[in-house]
């Protein structure tokens, strides 16, 4: 994973910032940071709003700044591996809505992200969240942002169907 020593002060700083210019690229998304203590759960959520009002679909977003990440040559139309010591994320087994890993490398500003609890449609319709704990990232990038705010509002669209 790169260098151990500490984490310089800013590296969450640095990681938030990146963060905000993925998620700003869209205007319909609006971004809650959650209060900073040690029983928070999610770090973000984010709100997908329709003209401009929050629609009740949410993502949540875990984020993590690390320096050094090396995914090597990758094949950008398939999940590759980080060699990530993921044991520090924990959350609670019951969220019920979509949930995002991002991680950004403070040394070249790259970011990548994978499902922690990816929204799912079974062949019948049905909508579900799978839990995910292999380390398979996707690099973060606009189609990517697209891809997975379409991946929910579908999974959201299945939910709303079926009730």
């Not at 020593?5 to 640095?14: C, D, I, S, V």
């Not at 998620?23 to 809650?32: G, M």
């Not at 940071?33 to 984010?46: K, P, T």
């Not at 403070?106 to 922690?116: K, M, P, S, V």
Request: with cysteine; aromatic share 10%.
């Amino acid at each position: 994973m790169g260098k151990t020593t500490a984490k310089p002060w800013y590296f969450e700083e640095r990681a938030e910032s990146l963060l905000m210019v993925h998620l700003t690229r869209r205007d319909d998304l609006e971004i809650q940071r959650q209060a900073l203590d040690a029983d928070r759960s999610v770090d973000y959520l984010v709100h997908i709003t329709s003209g401009g009002r929050r629609t009740g679909r949410v993502l949540g977003i875990e984020l993590k700044a690390l320096r050094g990440l090396k995914p090597g040559r990758i094949d950008e139309s398939r999940p590759f591996p980080l060699s990530l010591n993921l044991n520090d994320i924990s959350y609670p087994i019951d969220i019920p809505f979509p949930f995002c890993l991002v991680v950004f490398d403070i040394e070249n500003d790259h970011g990548f992200y994978r499902w922690l609890k990816e929204p799912t449609i079974d062949p019948s319709g049905r909508p579900g969240l799978v839990d995910r704990d292999a380390n398979w990232f996707r690099r973060l990038d606009r189609d990517a942002l697209d891809e997975i705010i379409n991946q929910v509002n579908q999974w959201y669209e299945h939910r709303i169907s079926r009730s």
